[in-house]
Each structure stands twice: as C-alpha cells, then as structure tokens.
C-alpha cells in the first residue's frame, strides 16, 4: 500500500473511516487522537509531545515496507 492506504477491510484499524494501511501519525504517547496523513497534510498540533507515525491497520506483526516522510515544521 501506499501512504493513501488500500481498501483492505480491517474491524481493528485506529482510525475507522480512513483506508487501511494509510499513513497516521499521533502526538505524545499518552494520546489516541489520531491524525490522518495520507499521502500529505497539513495541521496545526493540538498539544505538544513526539510525534509518532505508524499505519492505520490493527495488526501490524505481519507488515514489512516503509515510507519517506517529510516533516516540516513552522512556529
């Protein structure tokens, strides 16, 4: 898949109503308010932390691949 995801059905993906296998990212490690990414967005982060990005599937044990992200970040 892509960083756009697929249209893999998958009842224990983080976000439901985004593609499975899409790029997400979520802020601080306390947190389960996740962002959709895609292939490209732009946001303003709501509080402050590390930003993780992971997939948007339930299971991850059985992926392989990566992506090239970039990150910009403006104050």
Not at 4 to 28: Q, Y
Not at 37 to 57: K, P, W
Not at 58 to 63: F, K, M, R
Not at 66 to 75: G, S
């Amino acid at each position: 898949a892509s960083p756009a995801g697929n249209s893999s059905a998958d009842p224990l993906k983080l976000i439901a109503d985004k593609p499975t296998g899409a790029l997400i990212a979520v802020i601080g490690d306390d947190n389960s308010e996740y962002i959709f990414i895609g292939t490209g967005v732009e946001f303003v982060a709501e509080r402050d932390g590390i930003l993780y990005l992971g997939i948007n599937e339930g299971e991850v044990a059985d992926n392989a691949g990566a992506f090239i992200v970039r990150v910009v970040v403006t104050r």
